[in-house]
Antibody, heavy 120, light 107 residues
Framework: EVQLVESGGGLVQPGGSLRLSCAASGFTFSRYWMSWVRQAPGKGLEWVAN????????YYVDSVKGRFTISRDNAKNSLYLQMDSLRAEDTAVYYC?????????????WGQGTLVTVSS | DIQMTQSPSSLSASVGDRVTITCRASQGISNYLAWYQQKPGKVPNLLIYAASTLQSGVPSRFSGSGSGTDFTLTISSLQPEDVAAYYCQNYNSAPLTFGGGTKVEIK
């Protein structure tokens, strides 16, 4: 059974940093592109970033470029999101999600999400 | 960036009704469109990909159609368990973009 379990969310002040983790199991993690998708309270879904199977390619939505860094450790079956210079508008539930394959970038599995709150 | 516009933003229908949700892309995306269902307090769940291919395990009352810029998600006979928000997603090109969502309620 595919499982994605996020952790690392919490309350942080504006300008602060946070590192999210996603532990993957039930599939060969190193064979899949992975993404972070966020959802602000009461709002819709927003793709944040994704990373190639081997970590050699990374892409970001414009609003987080230069502030967020996606990474992965295939030996640990883990995905990460380093979030720096956090803003109030980054407040959201952050989901780890698996891409269908390396060609079609829709999401077939999602984690339960971790809440990030940016507030003073 | 490709903008995805869903309509309506919310709807209320009776059990057994046929429900249609529309998603329009700001430029052509072929059939690189997925639909997700998110029940209240739950995680998004993949319903349809490639505009019309039903994901395994999804009830056959759900169907999708369209190509290019205009897409439709149809629930042929609305059930109480279909109360949820529905989102379309473009995966034709980066950045990946979602529609604003459609909330479906029971009248």
């Amino acid at each position: 059974e595919v499982q994605l379990v996020e952790s690392g969310g919490g309350l942080v002040q504006p300008g602060g940093s946070l590192r999210l983790s996603c532990a993957a199991s039930g599939f060969t993690f190193s064979r899949y592109w992975m993404s972070w998708v966020r959802q602000a309270p009461g709002k819709g879904l927003e793709w944040v970033a994704n990373i190639k199977e081997d970590g050699s390619e990374k892409y970001y939505v414009d609003s987080v470029k230069g502030r967020f860094t996606i990474s992965r450790d295939n030996a640990k079956n883990s995905l990460y999101l380093q979030m720096d210079s956090l803003r109030a508008e980054d407040t959201a539930v952050y989901y780890c999600a698996r891409h269908w394959n390396s060609i079609f970038f829709f999401f077939d599995y999602w984690g339960q999400g971790t809440l990030v709150t940016v507030s003073s | 960036d490709i903008q995805m516009t869903q309509s309506p933003s919310s709807l209320s229908a009776s059990v057994g009704d046929r429900v249609t949700i529309t998603c329009r892309a700001s430029q052509g995306i072929s059939n690189y469109l997925a639909w997700y269902q998110q029940k209240p307090g739950k995680v998004p769940n993949l319903l349809i990909y490639a505009a019309s291919t039903l994901q395994s395990g999804v009830p056959s009352r759900f169907s999708g159609s369209g190509s290019g810029t205009d897409f439709t998600l149809t629930i042929s006979s609305l059930q109480p368990e279909d109360v949820a928000a529905y989102y379309c997603q473009n995966y034709n090109s980066a950045p990946l973009t979602f529609g604003g969502g459609t909330k479906v309620e029971i009248k």
